[in-house]
């Protein structure tokens, strides 16, 4: 069984920063891919970021030059650094972990940007 844990989401104001932790636990072992969606209210799940066991990262468009992801991989640890925060980007942030074709998902982190 793998745990996805996130952390660090909450409140902050259009313009400022917040960094999203999510930590695995369990029976996963590397390489695995790990990354990030997001689903705002009424909306679908989508896409924000993903970076491989090797460094290699993805990103939405949305996100690009403002959004970083990065991995400690001695801590199975994913970091999602969020710069520039606009209202749209309000939304429950989910943690993924996939390993050879399984997806594992994280409970969700709410990040609301708001004045």
């Known amino acids: 069984q793998v745990q996805l844990v996130e952390s660090g989401g909450g409140l902050v104001q259009p313009g400022g920063s917040l960094t999203l932790s999510c930590a695995a636990s369990?029976?996963?072992?590397?390489?695995?891919?790990m990354g990030w969606y997001r689903q705002a209210p009424e909306k679908g799940r989508t896409f924000v970021a993903r970076m491989s066991d090797y460094a290699t990262t993805k990103y939405t468009d949305d996100v690009k030059g403002r959004f970083t992801i990065s991995r400690d991989n001695a801590k199975n640890t994913a970091y999602l650094q969020m710069n520039s925060l606009k209202p749209e980007d309000t939304a429950v942030y989910f943690c993924?972990?996939?390993?050879?074709?399984?997806?594992?998902w994280g409970e969700g982190t709410q990040v609301t940007v708001s004045s």
């Open positions: 369990g029976s996963i072992i590397s390489p695995f891919d």
């Open positions: 993924y972990a996939i390993k050879n074709g399984v997806k594992y």
